[in-house]
Nanobody
Framework: QVQLVESGGGLVPPGGSLRLPCAAS????????MDWYRHAPGKQRERVAT???????NYADSVKGRFTISRDNAKNTLYLQMNSLKPEDTAVYYC?????????????WGQGTQVTVSS
């Protein structure tokens, strides 16, 4: 069984920073593309950032220049470094990954971690 577990969320003042790790565990043969999504109350879920297996990255316009996605394949861990946080970044942040398990590739989601930006 493969699991994704996010951590690192919390309450931070505007302009602050947080780093979210997402650890993958289980019978993993290969981590392919990995993403961070967020879901704020009353809004649609938004893809925040993506990193490919070759560590190519892309970002939503709303976070470009402030957020950085990275991965440590040796540790099966995805990260999201969030700087210059704004109140509109408040949301539940979810880790997503396409993971090769045995002879197939499946999509997995973490349980989410709450980020609240407020003074």
């Amino acid at each position: 069984q493969v699991q994704l577990v996010e951590s690192g969320g919390g309450l931070v003042p505007p302009g602050g920073s947080l780093r979210l790790p997402c650890a993958a565990s289980g019978r993993i043969r290969r981590l392919n593309a990995m993403d961070w999504y967020r879901h704020a109350p009353g809004k649609q879920r938004e893809r925040v950032a993506t990193t490919t297996s070759r560590s190519e990255t892309n970002y939503a316009d709303s976070v470009k220049g402030r957020f950085t996605i990275s991965r440590d394949n040796a540790k099966n861990t995805l990260y999201l470094q969030m700087n210059s946080l704004k109140p509109e970044d408040t949301a539940v942040y979810y880790c997503h990954a396409d993971i090769r398990v045995a002879f197939t590739t499946k999509s997995y989601w973490g349980q989410g971690t709450q980020v609240t930006v407020s003074s």
